[in-house]
């Protein structure tokens, strides 16, 4: 059975940093299956970051803000966030490809005020 579970969200103040985590389960681990997206109300959800081999995907809006990385004996991915802004704010979401199946974490909520 598949888990992800994600966690670091909070309340944090335009500027702040925070750092997520996102711990799996129940698949062979690859940090190029995994990803990072978000969802704020009203819109739709959006990739945030991904790697891919030799390469790593940022949304443009966080391009210089966020770094994506892992650890494939733990399971555990991570997305470090800096000089986080109001509109950052969004349930933040681990997804896992597994063939070709998509997997969602819970979601942990990051909320920056200003």
């Known amino acids: 059975q598949v888990q992800l579970g994600e966690s670091g969200g909070g309340l944090v103040q335009a500027g702040g940093s925070l750092r997520l985590s996102c711990a799996a389960s129940?698949?062979?681990?690859?940090?190029?299956?995994m990803g990072w997206y978000r969802q704020a109300p009203g819109k739709q959800r959006e990739l945030v970051a991904r790697?891919?081999?030799?390469?790593?995907e940022y949304v443009d809006s966080m391009k210089g803000r966020c770094t994506i990385s892992g650890d494939n004996a733990s399971k555990m991915i991570y997305l470090q966030m800096s000089s986080l802004k109001p509109e950052d704010t969004a349930v933040y979401y681990c997804r896992a490809v597994v063939g070709t199946k998509i997997y969602w974490g819970q979601g942990t909520q990051v909320t920056v005020s200003s």
């Open positions: 129940g698949i062979v681990f690859s940090i190029y299956n």
């Open positions: 790697a891919t081999i030799g390469n790593t």
